[in-house]
C-alpha cells in the first residue's frame, strides 16, 4: 500500500490588499531559483567543496572587462586599465584581468610583491597609497614603476634616495578636490583647491633628478555620479596644461582611479542597484568628453589610466551557502540562521545582496532576517529580505561578492572557505584552498613555560 506523504505546513499569514498602484518591484513577485552557475550545479559545488563557498565566474569577469574597455576605448584613442589589488588579489583573478592586458595597482608593499609574483613588469605596476617603506620605494624604483606620491615626506624620502640610487624615479602625485560629492575625499594626496598640488609639482619639477609622468586621482568609492569624474579630470588638465605652459612639460598620463558603482544596492537605496547605478558608458562618456574637449594639442592627449575594481568583479562572485534553522524573533518576525556571517561577506554592512534558494520551493515569502552563524550581535546578513520559506538543509546564493570580501574578510570564530574558479568551459577549479586548524597553528608559538596545562 502506497502511504501519502504529509504536506509540509506553511504558517498562515494576512497581507492588506491595495488596489491602487503596484509596489516598487513591480507585479510579479514570484521568485526564481539559482540551480546552477555557468552550467555548473550549485548542489554539485556544495557538495564536492563545502558550504559556504565562494564561486568566480572567469567568463563573467572577461565579459565585463571587455565591456569596460570597449565603453572607453571607442570615446577615447589612448585608454590603459590598471588591475586594483585591494579590490581581489587573489593569483588567479589577478591573471585574468592581466590576460586581458590590464596592469596593477597596488598600495603596499604585499600587494607589490604579489604583482611582481605574477609577472607584472616593474614598469607596468603603479604604487598608490600613503605607506610606502624606503624598502618599498627603493624596490619600486630598480624596477622603474610608477609612483604615485601621497605627501611631501614621502616626496623627500624619493629624492633623498634618488640621491644615491638609479634609475630616474618615475612619479606622479595624487591629487584630492572637490568635486561635488560629499564627503569630500581629501584624506589623501595634495589639495588642488589651496594650491598644495603645485605646491609638490612645483618641488618635483625644480629637481633634476625626479621625472613627473602623471597626475592622479581618486574621488571616492561607489561612485553614482559621473559629472563628478568629469570634473576631476577637468582639474587634472588644468595642472597638466599648467605644467606644459610653465615647465615645457608633458604630463603622459591623467589616472582617475577606480570607485565606479557595481550592480549591487547600497543599503537605504529605493530601487534595485542594476536600476539606477550608472553604466561603464556613462561614466566613459563623461570623462572622455571632457578630455576630448581640453586645449591639448591632437598628438599630446595624455594617456588615460583607469583603476577600476569593484564594477568589474562584483557581478563574477557568488557565495554559496546553507540554512543552519529557522526561529522566530520576540516581535514574532521570521529569521533564518545561515552558515556565512559577516567575517566573510564584510559587504553585507553597506549592501543589500541579492539572495536566491538554489532549489524549487513554494511561492508563500515573507520578511526575513538572515543571521549568521557567529556569537556576535552584529552578524546580520541581511536586516530585513522578503524570501519564500528555507528549511535546515536548503542552499542558497548571495549574489555579486566578488568584490572586496576575499580581501577583507577575517579569520573570526570560524575558517575561511575554499574559492573555486569556473572556467569558459564550465570546469571548477580551486584556486584558493579552505584554511585549517593546522594551518592556523602554525603560525603562533607558545612559550615553554605555557605549554603544560593544569588538567
Request: aromatic letters at 10%; hydrophobic letters at 40%.
Amino acid at each position: 500500500m502506497k502511504v501519502k506523504q504529509k504536506m509540509r505546513y506553511e504558517r498562515p499569514i494576512i497581507r492588506k490588499l491595495e488596489t491602487n498602484m503596484p509596489n516598487k518591484y513591480g507585479l510579479r513577485t514570484e521568485y526564481m531559483p539559482m540551480t546552477q552557475i555557468d552550467g555548473v550545479p550549485v548542489k554539485d559545488l556544495i557538495n564536492e567543496f563545502g558550504s559556504p563557498l565562494f564561486v568566480l565566474s572567469e567568463g563573467t569577469i572577461r565579459k565585463t572587462f571587455r565591456e569596460a574597455r570597449k565603453a572607453f576605448s571607442t570615446r577615447y584613442p589612448r585608454v590603459q586599465f590598471a588591475w586594483s589589488y585591494k579590490t581581489n588579489y587573489l593569483n588567479a583573478v589577478c591573471n585574468i584581468f592581466h590576460q586581458e592586458g590590464s596592469w596593477a595597482e597596488v598600495v603596499s608593499g604585499f600587494e607589490y610583491q604579489k604583482a611582481l609574483h605574477n609577472g607584472v613588469p616593474g614598469n607596468k605596476i603603479i604604487f598608490n597609497g600613503p605607506d610606502k617603506t624606503v624598502d618599498d620605494l627603493t624596490m619600486s624604483i630598480h624596477n622603474e614603476s610608477l609612483i604615485h606620491i601621497d605627501h611631501l615626506d614621502e616626496l623627500y624620502t624619493i629624492i633623498n634616495l634618488a640621491e644615491k640610487i638609479k634609475p630616474r624615479p618615475r612619479v606622479a602625485i595624487r591629487v584630492n578636490m572637490d568635486t561635488g560629492i560629499y564627503p569630500m575625499w581629501d584624506r589623501f594626496g595634495f589639495n588642488y583647491e589651496n594650491g598644495q598640488a603645485w605646491d609638490a609639482l612645483n618641488k618635483i619639477m625644480r629637481n633634476p633628478k625626479l621625472d613627473l609622468v602623471g597626475l592622479h586621482c581618486h574621488i571616492g568609492t561607489f561612485m553614482l555620479a559621473p559629472y563628478a569624474y568629469a570634473t576631476a579630470a577637468a582639474k587634472l588638465i588644468d595642472l597638466a596644461l599648467g605644467v606644459k605652459q610653465k615647465f615645457s612639460h608633458d604630463v603622459k598620463y591623467i589616472d582617475l582611479g577606480g570607485g565606479f558603482a557595481s550592480g549591487n544596492t547600497l543599503k537605504g537605496s529605493y530601487l534595485p542597484g542594476p536600476d539606477t547605478n550608472p553604466t561603464f558608458d556613462d561614466f566613459a562618456e563623461a570623462i572622455s568628453s571632457t578630455l576630448i574637449s581640453s586645449n591639448f594639442e591632437s598628438g599630446d592627449l595624455p594617456t588615460l589610466i583607469l583603476e577600476t575594481g569593484r564594477a568589474l568583479v562584483d557581478e563574477a562572485g557568488f557565495l554559496l551557502g546553507t540554512v543552519i534553522a529557522n526561529k522566530r524573533s520576540s516581535t514574532g518576525k521570521r529569521t533564518t540562521i545561515i552558515d556565512i556571517g559577516v567575517n566573510l561577506l564584510f559587504t553585507s554592512f553597506w549592501y543589500d545582496h541579492k539572495i536566491t534558494p538554489a532549489q524549487p520551493f513554494t511561492h508563500y515569502s515573507e520578511d526575513t532576517t538572515l543571521y549568521g552563524p557567529l556569537c556576535m550581535n552584529i552578524d546580520v546578513v541581511r536586516e530585513s529580505a522578503s524570501l519564500p520559506l528555507l528549511n535546515k538543509g536548503d542552499h542558497f546564493v548571495i549574489h555579486n561578492v566578488g568584490a572586496y570580501n576575499m580581501s577583507q574578510w577575517m579569520q573570526f570564530i570560524t575558517l575561511r572557505p575554499k574559492v573555486v574558479m569556473i572556467d569558459p568551459e564550465g570546469k571548477p577549479h580551486v584556486i584558493r584552498e579552505s584554511e585549517t586548524l593546522d594551518l592556523i597553528n602554525s603560525m603562533e608559538r607558545v612559550p615553554d613555560h605555557l605549554k603544560k596545562s593544569s588538567f
